[in-house]
């Protein structure tokens, strides 16, 4: 039963904050897509580490531009028949090296794959980061394997949209209602509601940080699709 003891490879730091200005009226859904593309450039060591997952439901949680810089993980490079079209929104690029990994309508397979990735720093010393996306009231498709997969030493971000009690724009079926008591009793998980961009900016880059290290937990997030005014938050302008 003995095994060989692991050598942690090093990763870097996670940073604290990121240099973008959150002015303009933004929901959080929408700003996690551009906090993703942000680390790209301001922690490449560290977005290298980061892998997305989520349940066909990539471009609609805003993971787009993410996908974009990235591409989708596939076991061997595919042609990409669309790449001549130039006002291609989205750009599926599917190759060996990709970064995102898109499941299908398959809820358990996606919590699954965020156990094992999230294992990789005790088994192998090598730290991943990863961030699943999915319709938020449809993490409950999925609860046992999850809460296994945190119990296994698994740590990841989940991440549910849209969040609140009120009818969301995509429909009754997506309306969040029992989910929040949901991130709150599962024990090695921090959940996290922010309100503003700047908040979740905050939050993820912290999550982030206590995601596939020794003694490093889970993280559940609830985004909303509206775009809240940001002046609100009163942040202070010398900070």
């Known amino acids: 039963m003995a095994r060989p003891p692991i050598v942690t490879q090093p990763t870097g730091s996670v940073p604290v904050r990121l240099a973008r200005s959150h002015k303009a009226p933004i929901s959080t859904q929408a700003t996690l897509g551009r906090l993703l593309a942000d680390l790209k450039r301001a922690a490449p060591e560290i977005a290298d580490r980061v892998v997305t997952c989520s349940p066909d439901v990539a471009s609609s949680t805003n993971l787009g531009g993410w996908i974009n810089k990235t591409g989708v993980w596939s076991v061997e490079d595919r042609l990409d028949w669309f790449a001549d079209d130039a006002e291609r929104v989205l750009k599926w690029s599917e190759v060996t090296n990709g970064q995102h990994i898109e499941l299908g309508i398959a809820e358990v397979n996606l919590v699954c794959l965020l156990g094992e990735l999230g294992a990789t720093w005790s088994r192998w010393g090598e730290r991943l980061i990863p961030i699943a996306t999915l319709y938020d009231p449809f993490i409950s498709r999925a609860l046992e394997p999850w809460s296994y997969g945190i119990y296994s030493g698994g740590q990841s971000i989940i991440i549910g949209t849209p969040s609140g009690v009120t009818l969301a724009p995509e429909g009754g079926a997506h309306q969040s209602i029992t989910t929040p008591s949901i991130g709150l009793e599962q ?21 982030m940080s206590k995601v596939g290290i020794e003694g490093g937990t889970s993280s559940y997030f609830r985004l909303s699709t509206r775009p809240i005014d940001q002046s609100l938050a009163a942040l202070p302008e010398d900070g």
């Not at 024990?187 to 999550?207: G, K, N, R, V």
């Open 187 to 207: 024990p090695h998980c921090i959940a996290w509601e922010p309100a503003f961009a700047q908040d979740l900016e905050w939050c993820m880059l912290t999550a």
